[in-house]
């Protein structure tokens, strides 16, 4: 264990010392014991909010609702009907999972604060129906005599019953923790920073975030099954639209899109009151200080000023990833080529005419080029290919298949990869985390086999890990496997998009400007790359505005000029077409020339 990593693990230890620990020192019927049990169950609910808000990006102001349904259900289940708690808090946990999503659903397609407002719009709606339907949940007057757990005739008392909530708050973490590190994770953070790159990799973005709310609002149910018991008492004024804004500000305030932000903010906030109980006078002002503190000194939250502050004095360790031995030992595969065929497409932005009528076509195997002006449509012509636009007119087919109207990222699980003009990495992610992003809809393991690591789970991410630093290898850049995308070089992004594509198993490889930005050694490692991977069988289509590399990769050349084909050929003869040298190079390279 290196120095950095030690942060990480001296928490684990601090943490569950103190927790294990505390009851043996405040006394079983102690406040104290109270106000860590009621902690625990928040950081439950918290770990939830922080999967949803601070890796899928996605941020709720409804949670209070999610919170309340866990524990109304424990609540009339055991008092009315006399269920037992396991199976009421199971009850609550799907009750929130599944309203959550019904209540959420239509907002997937809009952006993040359209997805905030209708959460807090579900939220005071629940909170008005728990008031008025009275004839279920006895409105102000609430629900009283919530038993506590039992289990084997063994009635919990508020020592067990805290035990319990440390085993369930460890348990969970440990869950989401799993989830994190994996192709889910991945995914949560790719939809949240960089959408192109999950479409990109098969991901869709709907689809991931209603993963992370079922997580998040599942939580909160089972967060508030526990708060029933423990309080014995379940009233609308327990879950007002404020409580929801409570658990942001505590993933905020630990830190979002960070495993121990929860917990860390969940101390600070909901101890302090405790601390200040005699000081209500001045309790707002020092919530004040501290918020403005926190926006000034640790925008990123306690847990990452904590973490900053750390690597200053823990400078990394070298890790070795893989051997050079085994590297050299992962094999690449022959690749079958996919053909693209592509006739009379067009596109039309309001009154832009993108496209007209645009023919091209890559046959497997061989590397195609698109070439012209900026603005004659080159990158249109891909992102339609690609799936990322939807064309007026024109057929698109792969592999023979036609693709038009599917979306990206089931054009992308056919074996279609793509680069970007701007390198589309996951900047908080390392090189090797981000190519095995491109293995998304190649890995089998489920989220129940995930989040328990499952032997044939750990098996898959072993294998394509290996696999991943394999292609890192390919493009060379294995030496940058560690290391924050966001760190690495211009160049060496490039390349990690590419290995990305790869990992994918693509078969038919779009590549965006790849040369763009690139130092003369950089481009011979490019143009190397390219001629290795067409030589491994994959078909390869270039948009590139560096003639002297299309000349020396490209077996066809295609170009555009607004919006429709120039001209077409082999490279020495479009490149010395008078009407390519006038549209394209002007008319000084007419009059001169272009070396084939």
Known sequence: MSLRTALPFALQVAVLAVALALPAFVGANSYALFVATQLGIYVIAAIGLNLLAGYAGQVSLGHAAFFAIGAYSVALLTVDHHWSFWAAAAVGMVLAAGLGVLAALPAFRLNTWYFAFITLAFALVFEKMIVEWRWLTKGFAGVVGVPAPSAFGFEFGPRPLYYTVVTVTIVVFILVRNIVHSRF????????????????????????????????????????????????????????????????????????????????????????????????????????????????????????????????????????????????????????????EISGLSKRFGGVLALDGVDFSAPAGSCCAIVGPNGS????????????????????????????????????????????QTPRLVADLTALDNVMLGAFTRERANLLSTALRLPHAREEVRRLRKEALGFLDFVGVADRADTDAGETPHGQQRLIEIARAMMGGARLILLDEPAAGLSMAELERLEQLITRIRELGATIVIVEHHLDLVANIATHVTVLDRGTVLAAGKPATVFNDAGVMRAYMGERALKTGVPA
């Not at 926006?295 to 750390?310: D, I």
């Not at 064309?391 to 087919?397: E, H, K, L, Q, Y």
């Open 185 to 340: 994770g991945r995914a949560f953070v790719a939809v949240r920073d960089v959408e192109p790159a999950a479409l990109a990799v098969g991901a869709s973005p709907q689809r991931t975030k209603l993963v992370a709310f079922v997580i998040s609002a599942a939580l909160a149910g089972i967060a508030g099954a526990f708060f029933a018991v423990q309080k014995t008492v379940v009233t609308p004024d327990d879950f007002t639209a404020d409580f929801s804004i409570f658990f942001l500000l505590t993933v905020v305030l630990g830190g979002l899109g960070t495993l121990w932000g929860p917990i860390i903010g969940a101390l600070v906030f909901f101890l302090i009151p405790e601390l200040l109980a005699g000081m209500q006078s001045w309790r707002m002002l020092i919530y004040g200080f501290m918020l403005l503190g926190l926006m000034l000194f640790a925008p990123h939250g306690l847990y990452g000023a904590l973490r900053q502050t750390w690597r200053r004095f823990a400078p990394p360790a070298p890790r070795p990833l893989a051997s050079a031995e085994a590297i050299q030992q992962i094999e690449h595969p022959p690749i079958a080529g996919l053909p693209l």
């Open 377 to 420: 449509g080159k990158t249109t012509l891909l992102n339609l290919a690609s799936g990322y636009y939807t064309s007026d007119a024109g057929s698109v087919r792969i592999g023979g298949v036609e693709t038009l109207g599917s979306s990206a990222q089931k054009i992308a699980a056919r074996g279609i990869g793509r680069t970007f």
